[in-house]
């Protein structure tokens, strides 16, 4: 890595603790910062660290590192203990959810039919029939049909399912699927 920065000697007038001729080291902070900042801004930086470093400004300047580390460090406290919260709230919501789901009429169906997805064994224990359940799932939500009727084509298979004498509540299937719901 190229040496961004040359060492700066003493300057008549002004006090310095690091005899001319050494090179002072940047900290970690100016090495970082200068990895943001443009190939011109970071010379100046460094020079700037450096000047710190070296002349009368240590003492403040390890000050403000002192305390940028113990805020970052807060910082990083803060942050860790608010991801245990939503961590624990996620948890304590699932299990709350679970514990519901486990105490519905749904999960009943699902124990009965484990190859049925949730939302299917949730419309099966509501009694709602939707276009695309299969006709066990069906006959599993309204029951039975009073009537039914089937005619086959050479695509596919239809069927009527009457509930009521009138045939004004019925389902019509295609292959073995709800394609219509009447009511």
Not at 60 to 65: H, L, M
Not at 71 to 80: L, N, P, T, W
Not at 82 to 104: G, L, V, Y
């Amino acid at each position: 890595m190229p040496l961004l920065w040359r060492p700066r000697a003493a300057t008549p007038g002004r006090l310095c603790e690091q005899p001319a001729g050494t090179a002072a080291r940047p900290s970690y902070w100016a090495m970082e910062e200068r990895m943001r900042q443009p190939a011109v801004c970071r010379l100046g930086l460094a020079l700037a660290c450096v000047g710190a470093l070296a002349c009368g400004g240590s003492e403040e300047y390890k000050a403000r590192e002192a305390t940028k580390a113990a805020r970052d460090v807060k910082v990083q406290e803060r942050m860790a203990a608010r991801e245990h919260e939503a961590t624990k709230q996620a948890e304590a919501k699932a299990a709350a959810d679970d514990a519901a789901w486990r105490k519905s009429a749904a999960f009943k169906v699902q124990q009965k039919h484990p190859d049925w997805s949730r939302f299917v064994c949730e419309a099966v224990a509501k009694r709602a029939v939707f276009v695309g359940m299969t006709a066990e799932q069906a006959v599993a939500s309204w029951g039975k049909p009073r009537h039914t009727s089937e005619r086959t084509t050479a695509e596919a298979t239809h069927e009527v399912w009457c509930y009521d004498a009138a045939c004004k509540q019925k389902l019509g299937l295609t292959d073995g699927k709800v394609a219509l719901i009447e009511r």
